[in-house]
Structure formats: C-alpha cells, structure tokens
C-alpha cells in the first residue's frame, strides 16, 4: 500500500469548508483505489491562531511540515489583520521556505461552465509563475513614517538561477502539451534591466528546446490577447506579480474563480509542494456553505498527480467534469448548489466509475 502524508493547513475565510470538501473527495478516492492510503494531519495555523498567539507558524512548524509529503493548503487572509501581515505570516514562508519556485495554475473552462467570452472554449492554458522572488522578494523598506517625506522602496530581485530555472520548467511542461507552445510575457519596454535579462535568458533556454514554439508579449498586451484571441496562448511564463494578475483575468475568463487551482512546487522535490484554490478567503461568503470546492478538487488533482497517483487524479478530474456538464453549480457559477451538495455530488460520480469499471 502506498501511503502519502498530507499537512492540510485549512487556514482562514473559507479555507476550513473547502478543504475539509477536498479530504472528504480525497477520502473517497482513496478508500475506492485501494491500493494508496492518505494520512492527514491538520494544522490550525490561522488569522485566529495568530491573534491569539502572534505567531501564524511556530518556531518548529517548517521542520515539522518538512516531514509530509505534500501541504493541502486552503486559503489566508483575514478582515482584523492586515493582508501584508497574513500573507508573509502564512503562505509566504512556505513557498519561500520549502523553495517553491514554480507555481503552475490551469486555466480552461470546465463542460457546462459558461465564459464571458464568446470564444471561452478555446482557453485552455497553463500560466506558470515564478514563485520564489521577483516583485514578492521582500526587498524593501521604509522611512520618516508618516513625514512629508516619508519613503519607500519595493525592489524586485530577479536572480539568473532564479529565472533560469523557472524557464527551463515552463520549457519542459511546454513540451509536454500537445501544442507545445510558450509564450514569454514581461514588460522589457519599460523594466530595462531585470525583464530584460528575462527575455535574454528565456531565449538562452529555448535552445535547449527545438520542438516548442515560442513568441513574447508584454504583459499589457497579453490581457487583450487573452481576451480576443484565447486561441493562440498554451503555456505562459510570466514574474510572480504579472503572472498574479494574469491568472485572476484567466480565472473570470474560465467562468469562475472558483473554479482556479494552483500547485505550488518544487519541483525538485528537496521539500514538500503545497496546493491550493487560488480564490482566497472570501469573507463575504464564509460560514454560508455555498464556497465552490471545485478548485479545491481540481488542486487535490494536481497534488494526485505530483504524488504519482495519475490514475485517481484523472478519475477525480472526470468527476469534477461530470459534474459541471450537469449544471451542479454553487451560486458563483450561478447555481443553487452547496458545498455539500457539490462534494456529494462528486463522490457519487467516483463512485458510478466504478460500478462501470466492474
Ligand atoms: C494568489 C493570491 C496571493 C498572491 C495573495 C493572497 C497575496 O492573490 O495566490 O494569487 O498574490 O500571491
Ligand atoms: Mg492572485
């Protein structure tokens, strides 16, 4: 029996109802695999815990997470605590920490699922974003509070090894997609030294790979690309706040941010990856159970799929489908479904494929 362990950190807003949506689904699928067991560990660390105690992660809690296979992550962001404060106190030392450079985030509308574009159907894209310094490094400061002159510097960091490895990955899931196409987004106009130095190591590394094609756009005019002509992205490569802003428009265009999963990772494998629905907290639905738990189910897909369970993450991923083809939507797709109902929903599809299957 295979045994994975799992670190789910359900964290704030709505995190807990759909995390606990996605280990429900976890359960299911492994209980009807049989041949792969999940052990989960649940890890209060949380806006509340934080008020309570200062801290979101204890002096031990990386070592501690270092041990699981993979981190089950919910969401972060709370309404008495500033998000600068919740986000470096939560997510970012993560990512950071256990070095995981590559966040990937799919982008493709689901059957039934209805875009805002009249040409929905043809987004069907993976936006890769660097995930480990950039805009997010955290190399800044400030000074004179609340003088007149009062200053403040946010400097993006980009490192050739950082870049570097970024591309090759992007390169190498490029390679994989049937249409093997990679698009480089930066704004090397206006940015002349490290987006510069992007694009130049970008086509450093497209050497390496003859069999996909490439093209650049900056990232301004990638939006109206992604809105008017979906048909002519695949895969994107883009720094950790253009790629932040791009996956959100990917998002709304796919009919939903709800819908959204991203994986964060490392791709190594020296630490643990961690996944996660890209929508955040929202405050404004917490506690109603009517959270979509779709991107969490399409992140525990991911999280099969790194863990070698490519059988089971495509199963899950049928369901999610069956499901959305049947118009079993929460209110943000503009249904009447609950999170229940849509978790039950998806079981009782896993479980129809194995009736067929027998
Ligand atoms: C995301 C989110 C986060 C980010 C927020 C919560 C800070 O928007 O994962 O896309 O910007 O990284
Ligand atoms: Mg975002």
């Not at 955290?138 to 403040?152: K, V």
């Not at 049937?178 to 694009?199: I, Y």
Request: hydrophobic share 45%; glycine share 8%; aromatic share 8%.
């Amino acid at each position: 029996m295979r045994e994975y362990k799992i670190a789910a950190i359900p964290g704030d807003g709505i995190g807990p109802e759909v995390i606990s949506a996605g280990l429900q689904v976890l359960e299911t699928l492994a209980e009807q695999d049989g041949g792969f067991k999940l052990s989960v560990e649940r890890f209060p660390w949380s806006s509340d815990y934080y008020l309570e105690r200062g801290y979101y992660i204890p002096t031990d809690g990386l070592e501690r997470l270092k041990q699981f296979d993979a981190i089950f992550f919910g969401a972060v962001g709370a309404l008495n605590v500033p998000d600068h404060v919740s986000l470096w106190g939560l997510r970012l030392p993560i990512a950071q920490g256990f070095d995981q450079y590559a966040n990937v985030r799919p982008a493709r509308v689901l059957p039934g699922v209805r875009s805002p574009l009249v040409n929905g159907k043809d987004i069907d894209w993976v936006i890769i974003r660097e995930n480990s310094e950039g805009e997010y490094a955290g190399n800044g400061g400030r000074t004179h509070r609340g003088l007149p002159i009062e200053t403040a510097t946010e400097t993006s960091v980009f490192t050739r090894a950082g870049v570097e490895r970024i591309h090759r990955f992007a390169f190498e899931l490029a390679a994989k997609r049937p249409r093997k196409h990679l698009t480089l987004v930066t704004k090397s106009n206006a940015q002349r030294f490290g987006m510069v130095m992007w694009d130049e190591i970008f086509f450093e590394v497209a050497n390496d790979y003859p069999d996909v094609t490439t093209d650049r756009e900056l990232v301004d005019a990638v939006t109206t690309r992604m809105v008017l002509k979906p048909q002519t992205l695949d895969v994107v490569v883009a720094t950790n706040l253009h790629a932040d802003i791009l996956s959100d428009l990917a998002a709304a265009l796919s009919g939903s941010l709800g819908i959204a999963p991203t994986a964060n990772l490392n791709p190594e494998r020296v630490f643990p990856s961690m996944f996660e629905p890209i929508h955040g907290s929202a405050f404004d639905i917490t506690g109603k159970g009517i959270a979509n738990p779709v991107a969490t189910f399409w992140t525990a897909a991911m999280m099969l799929e790194h863990l070698g369970e490519k059988a089971a993450a495509d199963r899950l991923m049928a369901a999610i489908e069956q499901i959305t083809a049947a118009g079993v939507f929460t209110p943000d797709l503009g249904g009447t479904a609950t999170t229940a109902s849509v978790t039950e929903a998806v079981c009782k599809a896993l479980a129809q494929q194995v009736k067929k299957a027998a």
